[in-house]
């Protein structure tokens, strides 16, 4: 990347940083997920002093509470931080005098893209490091606290996988609305009817390829039934938990159940199929990378062909 083209590019991360940071509606997230993150530290100490029990120290607090923000939290993150990256541009006609500077509309899309991940890097920094220091204020020492960074790596994942969708849609149809409207009505969708499709079919192994939780197995145990250990969920948006996993357990192996509703509930008590954790998290990985890579391409293409009208 010559010179002027990397000087022209960190001008437009620069122009979209500075856009980010005025945007009410991300300090209004970072409040709220701060604000459950305190409630997850505060409600344990509150219920201690109500119930005159003292607060017992959990050495795995931070780890567990890594990634709960979850599915629904990754997908709010990602349409706050993107919904009018592009779109807002059109929608206030400042597309216009950007599109007038010397630089091109991939070097735009790019930029917006890296912006998108340094603001959701920088909010997801603080809010692991305030569960670290607040947990173990709270919990006393922690264990594992070396895997925090695997558990912001999984969750940047998860939320970029959205914002590359979002931000297709908006470049797209030019409108936040329906760029916001479009994402939800392609996240509820998905798991509705991939959902119905895994229980009446039995194919659950389909809800491991969409942009949410994936199927649920159960890690298996010496002892018990096939489906009595803890369960785990094989999606994108498990990827920070089962890194986690695979991490401090390489060897696990998961049973998922083949239930089919139609042929009655014994069946999932009676039949199962197993994974390791090592290919679980490689497959959420590979497709989680292919649904950034391919709707990346999607919004930089709606970008190019966009007309432009003063």
Same mark, same amino acid.
């Given at each position: 990347?010559?010179?002027?083209?990397?000087?022209?590019?960190?001008?437009?991360?620069?122009?979209?940083?500075?856009?980010?940071?005025?945007?009410?509606?991300?300090?209004?997230?970072?409040?709220?997920?701060?604000?459950?993150?305190?409630?997850?530290?505060?409600?344990?100490?509150?219920?201690?002093?109500?119930?005159?029990?003292?607060l017992s120290a959990d050495?795995?607090?931070?780890?567990?509470? +890594? $990634? &709960?923000?979850?599915?629904? *939290?990754?997908? =709010? #993150?990602?349409?706050?931080?993107?919904?009018? /990256?592009?779109?807002?541009?059109?929608?206030?006609?400042?597309?216009?005098?950007?599109?007038?500077?010397?630089?091109?509309?991939?070097?735009?899309?790019?930029?917006?893209?890296?912006?998108?991940?340094?603001?959701?890097?920088?909010?997801?920094?603080?809010?692991?490091?305030?569960?670290?220091?607040?947990?173990?204020?709270?919990?006393?020492?922690?264990?594992?606290?070396?895997l925090v960074p695997v558990?912001?790596?999984?969750s940047i994942a998860s939320?970029?996988?959205?914002?590359?969708?979002?931000?297709?849609?908006?470049?797209?149809?030019?409108?936040?609305?329906?760029?916001?409207? +479009? $994402? &939800?009505?392609?996240?509820? *969708?998905?798991? =509705? #009817?991939?959902?119905?499709?895994?229980?009446? /079919?039995?194919?659950?192994?389909?809800?491991?390829?969409?942009?949410?939780?994936?199927?649920?197995?159960?890690?298996?145990?010496?002892?018990?039934?096939?489906?009595?250990?803890?369960?785990?969920?094989?999606?994108?948006?498990?990827?920070?938990?089962?890194?986690?996993?695979?991490?401090?357990?390489?060897?696990?192996?998961?049973?998922?159940?083949?239930?089919?509703?139609?042929?009655?509930?014994?069946?999932?008590?009676?039949?199962?199929?197993?994974?390791?954790?090592?290919?679980?998290?490689?497959?959420?990985?590979?497709?989680?990378?292919?649904?950034?890579?391919?709707?990346?391409?999607?919004?930089?293409?709606?970008?190019?062909?966009?007309?432009?009208?003063?």
């Amino acid at each position: 990347m010559s010179e002027p083209v990397l000087y022209r590019f960190m001008a437009i991360v620069r122009y979209e940083l500075l856009w980010n940071v005025r945007k009410k509606k991300v300090l209004g997230l970072l409040i709220l997920v701060f604000s459950l993150a305190t409630l997850s530290l505060a409600l344990p100490v509150a219920l201690s002093s109500i119930y005159d029990r003292p607060l017992s120290a959990d050495p795995d607090h931070v780890i567990n509470a +890594g $990634a &709960f923000l979850g599915e629904v *939290g990754f997908f =709010l #993150v990602a349409i706050v931080i993107s919904m009018n /990256s592009v779109s807002g541009e059109f929608e206030s006609g400042t597309i216009v005098p950007l599109l007038s500077k010397p630089v091109s509309r991939t070097t735009i899309f790019v930029g917006k893209l890296c912006a998108a991940l340094v603001t959701l890097s920088a909010a997801y920094a603080l809010l692991f490091l305030y569960l670290a220091v607040g947990g173990t204020v709270v919990f006393g020492p922690q264990n594992n606290l070396d895997l925090v960074p695997v558990l912001f790596a999984g969750s940047i994942a998860s939320t970029f996988v959205w914002v590359a969708i979002v931000m297709a849609i908006g470049s797209a149809s030019k409108s936040s609305l329906t760029a916001a409207l +479009g $994402a &939800f009505g392609i996240w509820l *969708g998905l798991s =509705l #009817v991939t959902g119905i499709y895994g229980a009446f /079919s039995g194919e659950t192994w389909i809800l491991t390829y969409i942009p949410g939780g994936g199927a649920t197995g159960y890690i298996a145990q010496a002892s018990g039934g096939p489906f009595s250990g803890p369960a785990v969920r094989t999606g994108i948006a498990s990827i920070a938990d089962n890194l986690v996993t695979l991490v401090l357990h390489p060897s696990t192996v998961i049973n998922f159940p083949q239930v089919d509703i139609l042929a009655g509930v014994t069946r999932a008590s009676a039949q199962f199929y197993t994974e390791s954790i090592s290919y679980v998290v490689m497959l959420s990985v590979i497709v989680a990378a292919v649904y950034i890579v391919v709707f990346s391409l999607i919004g930089w293409f709606a970008l190019k062909r966009a007309q432009i009208t003063e």
